[in-house]
Nanobody, 117 residues
């Protein structure tokens, strides 16, 4: 199993920045993907950004150029640097760890990000 703990959420004004962190512990796979997802009130959970154990990244169109995902495979951490935040970025942000076949799939508890206009 893998345990994931997010931190770094909070309240920020539009145009501001936040940095989210995800600390992972447990039994890891050599090949895996970590990612950030978010869920706004009344909406489905959506992908924000993912990064593979090899460093390949993918971003939602809505955050490209503003958010940067990174990971440290030695420290077993992942981060999301969020710049130029918009009110529509307001959501609970979740950390996820999963295998290519999704048979190993874990989520964190989430951290709230609120962007005021």
């Amino acid at each position: 199993q893998v345990q994931l703990v997010e931190s770094g959420g909070g309240l920020v004004q539009a145009g501001g920045s936040l940095r989210l962190s995800c600390a992972a512990s447990g039994r890891f796979l050599r090949t895996n993907t970590m990612g950030w997802y978010r869920q706004a009130p009344g909406k489905q959970r959506e992908l924000v950004a993912v990064i593979t154990s090899g460093g390949t990244t993918n971003y939602a169109d809505s955050v490209k150029g503003r958010f940067t995902i990174s990971r440290d495979n030695v420290k077993n951490t992942m981060a999301l640097q969020m710049n130029s935040l918009k009110p529509e970025d307001t959501a609970v942000y979740f950390c996820r760890y999963y295998s290519p076949a999704y048979d190993y799939d874990y989520w964190g508890q989430g951290t709230q990000v609120t962007v005021s206009s």
